[in-house]
């Protein structure tokens, strides 16, 4: 792996709770997506080293950092959870 991508979405219900999924894009392929889960601002990259198995956020990035993998994240709000 030289490059990972994770473009993600927030939803945010009426009552306040922050919900996320992301699309994971390894060497410009795409690797899959992450199920939708409870979880507010940078959540989403502890989904994802989880799907990919390196433990926490903070795991995905010294992972990435250790291994020389370019890591690109980036997250966006939507408006209903049908578009998570």
Do not use: F
Not at 41 to 63: I, N, Q
Request: hydrophobic residues 35%.
């Amino acid at each position: 792996m030289m490059s990972l991508t994770i473009v993600a979405r927030l939803w945010r219900d009426k009552s306040g709770n922050t919900y996320h999924r992301a699309d994971v894009i390894v060497d410009g392929r795409y690797a899959g997506t992450t199920p939708i889960e409870y979880g507010y601002d940078l959540h989403y990259l502890k989904s994802v080293a989880t799907m990919l198995g390196v433990g926490t956020e903070h795991g995905l990035r010294r992972h990435c950092r250790d291994n020389g993998i370019v890591l690109h994240y980036q997250d966006s709000n939507v408006v209903c959870k049908a578009e998570l």
